[in-house]
């Protein structure tokens, strides 16, 4: 548009010279006529031709002479109307300048007080974790005193009674299949070791208060809280007591299942090496914390899948507990489960056979055939063989364990009565997956009481449902699984607890 606009203005610029040069040309052509007029006039009548013609010719040029200048007034009008045009555009490229300078810095000004909101918001989740941690430092600091005279375990546990609102980290390895669900590493509370251990080390209460307040909040996601808490009560042990106390051991194993359950496997096995070290050093190579230690390292290394290295730390855990507390007590019954979901995930089948019988056997004898490890351990057992397609062995268990579960919850079985797999079977042998007997919906609605009471018996439908899978149960296998979904949405989620320190 500018170039077009230049373009006619040189143009117009052209033609006023050219019809300024014509308007002078034409003024002397009519100034010429008029003398010629003049000098005629003086010597012939006004009623001579030639007068008649010089004044038309002298009109015709005057009407060209005031063309002529109205043409240039036009011209002229142009010129100024471009210049002005001109300035207008000028004035336009300008706002236009200053209104995209005024974009790019609102731009910069919301770009900064979205960077100042961010900041302000870190400032303050900063200021609300520093004054979390200052109350718990506070707390830790308030409950010193219960220190004097206090005797503890020497190693603490996640297997708490189901009475305590307690949602501890999930130590167990993760399941092998679909198929089959084993339990975790979940060996229980060594209570009665401090009673028959040698060694003098005791857990302050504080580290213990310490350790259930980092698992509550392990529990809840909220690392940003527990990762510190376990830092500095770290770092205060090391001032007070030096690196080499058992006290600092136990903060390390601490620290360390919470960089495990956020997949830190590295961090979290250095921390339990320096712990095991510390124990040995201080305690002895056969003192229970030392089998703790071993056994949860043990566990780290089978999450992460190097079952060859944590087997050999599992078999030195129970020796000491085999040891320590005599082979048929039931914490060596729990390490004799670790040891065989170790041997279970190397596909070493007679040890594993070998470990949960003899596991099963201590449960039984111990803490009687009602109690929920006898369950565990027979679910365990069913899930290797299993594996190894030894339907009939593992049926034959699988069913023993929701039997078990429903003479506790529903009574002595009879035909109106009957166990959640026998109502399976039957409606298998009807091909009615839709048939929905009140017998049925009770012992469904129901059922749940039974997973309450026992969580591995939720595993146990599942299980035996997938059998009947392989066996090409199908309505049967679908039955045990609605029963389990059903039966989980009504207790939640089930947390699998373990040994902690």
């Not at 600091?141 to 189901?162: H, L, W």
């Not at 000491?320 to 040891?339: S, T």
């Amino acid at each position: 548009m500018a170039v077009m606009t230049q373009d006619i203005v040189t143009n117009t610029k052209t033609v006023i010279q050219g019809l300024e040069a014509l308007r002078h040309e034409n003024r002397s052509i009519h100034s010429g006529l008029i003398s010629s007029l003049e000098a005629i006039s003086r010597d012939s009548s006004q009623n001579d031709p030639n007068v008649r013609l010089i004044e038309e010719k002298a009109t015709i040029v005057q009407k060209s002479i005031e063309n002529i200048e109205l043409g240039l007034t036009e011209a002229e009008v142009m010129i100024a109307l471009a210049g002005h045009l001109q300035t207008v555009e000028a004035e336009k490229q300008k706002l236009r300048t200053q209104v995209k300078r005024l974009c790019q810095e609102n731009a910069w000004l919301r770009d900064e007080l979205a960077n100042t909101i961010q900041k302000l918001q870190v400032s303050e989740q900063k200021v609300a974790q520093l004054e979390e941690e200052k109350k718990h430092l506070e707390f830790m600091n308030s409950i010193k005193k219960y220190d004097v005279g206090e005797t503890s375990t020497c190693e603490e546990s996640m297997d708490r009674s189901k009475n305590e609102n307690e949602n501890p980290l999930d130590l167990g390895f993760p399941d092998d299949d679909e198929e089959q669900h084993p339990e975790g590493l979940t060996p229980t509370p060594p209570g009665q070791m401090a009673a028959v251990a040698n060694a003098g080390y005791e857990i302050p209460a504080r580290l213990k208060t310490l350790h259930n307040l980092v698992i509550q909040y392990a529990s809840q996601g909220r690392y940003e809280v527990a990762v510190p808490l376990c830092k500095q009560a770290l770092e205060d042990l090391e001032k007070t007591s030096g690196h080499d106390h058992p006290d600092v051991a136990t903060m390390l194993n601490i620290l360390a299942l919470v960089y495990r359950d956020q997949y830190k496997y590295r961090e979290a096995a250095n921390l339990l090496n320096d712990a095991l070290s510390i124990r040995e050093k201080t305690l002895g190579d056969h003192h229970p914390a030392v089998a703790a230690t071993l056994n949860n390292l043990a566990v780290l290394y089978g999450k992460r899948g190097r079952y060859k290295e944590a087997e050999p730390l599992c078999i030195r855990a129970l020796e000491i507990r085999e040891r320590v507390l005599g082979k048929d007590h039931p914490d060596v019954a729990k390490q004799l489960n670790n040891l065989a979901l170790l041997c279970q995930n190397q596909m070493k089948f007679n040890e594993v056979e070998a470990y949960y019988l003899r596991a099963l056997d201590i449960y039984e004898k111990a803490l009687g055939p009602d109690d929920p490890n006898v369950s565990k351990t027979k679910n365990n057992l069913a899930s290797a063989y299993l594996k190894q397609g030894r339907f009939a062995e593992a049926e034959k268990l699988y069913k023993e364990v929701l039997t078990r579960a429903h003479e506790q919850e529903f009574g002595p079985i009879d035909n109106n009565n009957k166990p959640i797999w026998e109502i399976a079977e039957e409606r298998e042998e009807t091909k009615n997956e839709n048939k929905d007997s009140s017998l049925f919906s009770d012992t469904c609605r129901n059922w749940y009481k039974a997973v309450e009471k026992c969580p591995t018996v939720a595993s146990t439908l599942k299980n035996l449902g997938a059998l009947y899978r392989k066996q090409g149960k199908l309505v049967a296998a679908v039955t045990l699984e609605d029963s389990a979904l059903r039966a989980r949405k009504e207790v939640g989620q089930l947390n699998i607890r373990s040994e902690l320190i």
